[in-house]
T-cell receptor, first 117, second 111 residues
Framework: DTGVSQDPRHKITKRGQNVTFRCDPI?????LYWYRQTLGQGPEFLTY????????KSRLLSDRFSAERPKGSFSTLEIQRTEQGDSAMYLC???????????????FGPGTRLTVL | GNSVTQMEGPVTLSEEAFLTINCTYT??????LFWYVQYPGEGLQLLLKATKADDKGSNKGFEATYRKETTSFHLEKGSVQVSDSAVYFC??????????WGAGTKLIIKP
């Protein structure tokens, strides 16, 4: 078990370009989460998958953002027509619902830092 | 709505000092409460958690007690070390999927 991994770790792009991030959860985890964290703030929830189904999306997730988890394993987060305000750390987490509801610990990846110039 | 408020940092202490980082919350329903830690250059790690009132979470010498009457979950450690320098986040979940976070408190421990 290598933990949650994210790729790339850093991405610099020009405004208006599209970017895609990948998250590989812990292998036996069926739940996957995306968060966004800006400097000096706590993470903000973006979206959540159980297996391949996207069950919840935050209002923060504008129509330029799309997330997929096609086979219930890895997930991708795409941002189209990036804006400078999209600059942030994008965090992925995974968890298992195998145990009791309130023991649903989320394990985080190292994040992808996006800089939009 | 649901929210978490934690004390602003940075908090600067000398090694072996007593640590308290305050965290209060507002929540509809019965949240689970968490402290996460982020060491420099690393991802968020769960430090401790409590799932019901009066539960005490503990790990690595850190403790926090779920106080429903004061809606608090303050983080404490009796004797801090330089290696405890990090950013600490208080968080809650109602729904069991969405974590709601405080802004984080940076802790600096000087030798």
């Amino acid at each position: 078990d290598t933990g949650v991994s994210q790729d790339p770790r850093h991405k610099i792009t020009k405004r208006g370009q599209n970017v895609t991030f990948r998250c590989d959860p812990i292998s036996e985890h069926n739940r996957l989460y995306w968060y966004r964290q800006t400097l000096g703030q706590g993470p903000e929830f973006l979206t959540y998958f159980q297996n391949e189904a996207q069950l919840e999306k935050s209002r923060l997730l504008s129509d330029r953002f799309s997330a997929e988890r096609p086979k219930g394993s890895f997930s991708t987060l795409e941002i189209q027509r990036t804006e400078q305000g999209d600059s942030a750390m994008y965090l992925c987490a995974s968890s298992s619902n195998l145990y009791a509801r309130k023991n649903n610990e989320q394990f985080f990846g190292p994040g992808t830092r996006l800089t939009v110039l | 709505g649901n929210s978490v408020t934690q004390m602003e940092g940075p908090v600067t202490l000398s090694e072996e000092a007593f640590l308290t980082i305050n965290c209060t919350y507002t929540a509809t329903g019965y949240p689970s409460l968490f402290w996460y830690v982020q060491y420099p250059g690393e991802g968020l790690q769960l430090l401790l958690k409590a799932t019901k009132a009066d539960d005490k979470g503990s790990n690595k010498g850190f403790e926090a007690t779920y106080r429903k009457e004061t809606t608090s979950f303050h983080l404490e450690k009796g004797s801090v070390q330089v290696s405890d320098s990090a950013v600490y986040f208080c968080a809650l979940t109602i729904s069991n999927y969405q974590l709601i976070w405080g802004a984080g408190t940076k802790l600096i421990i000087k030798p």
